[in-house]
């Protein structure tokens, strides 16, 4: 819905690992045991997984754990962290792309807006890695990203990394600046890398933070919108899969109709979206599209969110399409006009975006279609973004009573879009998949808003269904 609103508050906030010192503690080189889960942990296999997710991206989450991690002042426990995995197909030998992934001094050159990343000390299997991000900011001075990193080099070839200090810093337009530190910020993760067969891997990045950011500019960002701290890990996790999953695919750009995703065509993923969306979203990234004839629309590509809601799917539905009612939820919008003809649903929009000096209005007009009980399709008509399109779906848990909701999205920008948008989408000449990044941060925050609103509605509905007995039962009786 605010795609590059979302990636920008995410570049300024949750990506946020920091300036490091040149001291080296003891503690840094320390042998530790890493609590991120591996895939096999949650009872996946690799040529299972890898026949699923195709050519795609696929963000899963784990099961909550209880974690220990070493620190400056010693162990710290975490209750229900909550980790998530990046899995993609790529087509490299996994020793290969276990040596791409363990030269560090390499990182430079695969992802995007890394200016620097060098290996500092090494002490056996132990290494301290230094990586510097910058992100030319339009508008604002360029936001600066120094950080290091405590590895591991597993015996089987994957990576263990926790965070150990660093600094965030920018001079930012009438704010005077911004500057986060992040020593002893809880950042863990890992990187796997899995044969399929002899010429084919799975990479898999494995991530958790519980970072407190507390400059005054990311503070008030995250207070706003704290749905950021959820969708955060996901970013992250996206972001540095993705590349990889770019550099090392040789499979062409695969030709579309241009419809939206459902579960129909998502078939074979069917299985590891029910069992994973029991802990939180399931994320999947559609793989390149063919490029559009000249004079045609961009070929749009696809983002889906599959979440998990506890109530049933007549009430879901019923929820997510009573339009009226939708900014009870999405406090952005200011306001919505709705011509409701049965079969097709015209929306009239307006949102309103205001953060500090963050401030702007998109204006949209959406033609939602049912396409059959299960799936509604929405396709921009007019407005501030050259191109919307998406669908929802709604079906049935295996021996549940929740219901699993399917979002697809893609969206174009345009030359048409408030300012703030147009200037930020001109990181995409550096980050060829910051429309797929924005559009899963909105879609996140959407679905972290609608999901506990459907479900409040539908406890009080059941409250109410169960009172109803008492009180004819109370009126028999007098």
């Not at 959820?230 to 750009?253: D, I, K, T, W």
């Not at 695969?254 to 069917?270: C, F, V, Y």
């Amino acid at each position: 819905m605010t795609p590059f609103l979302f990636a920008l508050c995410w570049l300024l906030g949750v990506m946020a690992p920091a300036h490091a010192g040149p001291k080296i503690e003891p503690w840094m080189m320390a042998d530790w045991d890493n609590p991120a889960p591996r895939l096999a942990d949650a009872g996946l296999r690799v040529r299972d997984v890898a026949t699923a997710i195709g050519s795609r991206l696929v963000i899963l989450p784990h099961a909550p754990r209880d974690i220990t991690l070493p620190g400056h002042r010693g162990p710290r426990r975490f209750d229900g962290a909550r980790f998530v995995s990046a899995v993609a197909r790529v087509d490299l030998p996994a020793p290969t792309l276990r040596r791409r992934l363990q030269d560090f001094s390499g990182y430079k050159s695969m992802f995007p807006l890394l200016t620097e990343s060098d290996v500092v000390y090494m002490e056996g299997i132990n290494q301290l890695a230094r990586f510097r991000i910058e992100v030319p900011l339009p508008a604002f001075a360029t936001f600066t990203v120094d950080f290091r990193v405590k590895q591991r080099l597993e015996p089987d070839g994957s990576i263990s990394f926790l965070l150990v200090d660093g600094k965030a810093e920018s001079l930012v337009a009438m704010l005077g600046g911004m500057t986060d530190e992040l020593a002893d910020q809880p950042v863990a993760g890992r990187w796997e890398i899995l044969p399929v067969n002899e010429r084919q891997s799975l990479v898999v990045f494995t991530y958790w933070d519980r970072i407190e950011l507390k400059s005054f500019f990311a503070r008030k960002i995250m207070e706003a919108y704290p749905e950021l701290k959820v969708a955060g890990p996901y970013m992250v996790a996206m972001m540095s899969a993705e590349p990889v999953r770019r550099l090392f695919v040789s499979a062409l750009p695969t030709a579309s109709d241009g419809r939206p995703q459902g579960i129909e065509r998502l078939e074979p993923l069917r299985a590891l979206v029910e069992k994973h969306s029991a802990f939180g979203h399931v994320a999947i990234m559609e793989p390149d599209p063919a490029r559009a004839k000249a004079g045609q629309p961009e070929a749009l590509r696809y983002v889906s969110l599959a979440t998990r809601v506890a109530a049933p799917l007549a009430h879901t539905r019923r929820m997510a399409t009573n339009y009226p009612r939708l900014p009870e939820a999405i406090r952005e919008l200011s306001e919505i006009n709705v011509n409701d003809r049965g079969q097709q649903v015209d929306l009239d929009l307006s949102l309103r975006f205001a953060v500090l000096i963050i401030r702007f209005t998109l204006d949209l007009d959406v033609r939602n279609t049912w396409i059959s009980p299960q799936r509604i399709e929405f396709t921009r008509q007019a407005g501030d973004l050259a191109q919307l399109r998406g669908a929802s779906e709604w079906h049935e848990l295996p021996g549940s009573t929740d219901t699993l909701m399917l979002i697809s999205a893609a969206h174009e920008v345009g030359e048409d879009a408030p300012l703030l948008l147009r200037m930020a989408h001109k990181l995409v000449t550096q980050l060829p998949h910051i429309d797929q990044a924005g559009s899963l941060v909105a879609q996140l925050v959407v679905m972290e808003r609608m999901k506990p609103w459907i479900e409040r509605n539908a406890a009080g509905v059941r409250k109410g269904a169960l009172a109803e007995p008492t009180l004819k039962k109370e009126v028999v009786n007098e």
